[in-house]
């Protein structure tokens, strides 16, 4: 994947930020997503600004592929109501996906601390 510019990464950020006052204020009806703690983690957008891809999380757990598609499903009003809000040429078009960093992280974590793992990393420390 390549690297996003300085242009991306700001007008990812104030999507990301947009979004986030949008669904924690209760702007989007939908309870899949006002029953749950719904935490935006990143909005990439295209080079040319004219899309984002909006990742989003649970805190506290819950169906996470089911407000990613409430969110979806709601994606034009977010869109509308986020044209509001920020200052871009154009307003990009939203889709939500779910993060799955974390768990990736855990994993990870998770095969560190097997007892084989540790003692291998702690062999070659000795070299």
Same mark, same amino acid.
């Given at each position: 994947?390549?690297?996003?510019?300085?242009?991306?990464?700001?007008?990812? !950020?104030?999507?990301?930020? &947009?979004?986030?006052? $949008?669904? =924690? /204020?209760?702007?989007?009806?939908?309870?899949?997503?006002? %029953?749950?703690?719904?935490?935006?983690?990143?909005?990439?957008?295209?080079?040319?600004?004219?899309?984002?891809?909006?990742?989003?999380?649970?805190?506290?757990?819950?169906?996470?592929?089911?407000?990613? !598609?409430?969110?979806?499903? &709601?994606?034009?009003? $977010?869109? =509308? /109501?986020?044209?509001?809000?920020?200052?871009?040429?154009? %307003?990009?078009?939203?889709?939500?996906?779910?993060?799955?960093?974390?768990?990736?992280?855990?994993?990870?974590?998770?095969?560190?601390?097997?007892?084989?793992?540790?003692?291998?990393?702690?062999?070659?420390?000795?070299?």
């Amino acid at each position: 994947m390549k690297a996003q510019s300085q242009r991306q990464l700001r007008a990812g !950020e104030l999507v990301r930020r &947009a979004v986030s006052d $949008i669904i =924690r /204020e209760g702007r989007v009806h939908d309870p899949h997503v006002n %029953t749950a703690a719904v935490t935006i983690t990143e909005a990439r957008t295209s080079p040319d600004l004219r899309h984002a891809t909006v990742y989003v999380d649970l805190l506290g757990g819950g169906d996470r592929n089911a407000v990613a !598609e409430a969110l979806n499903h &709601a994606s034009g009003f $977010i869109q =509308r /109501e986020l044209g509001k809000q920020i200052e871009l040429k154009f %307003t990009p078009k939203l889709r939500f996906a779910v993060d799955d960093r974390i768990e990736d992280v855990a994993q990870v974590d998770a095969v560190l601390d097997r007892p084989k793992v540790k003692r291998d990393l702690d062999d070659e420390g000795e070299d």
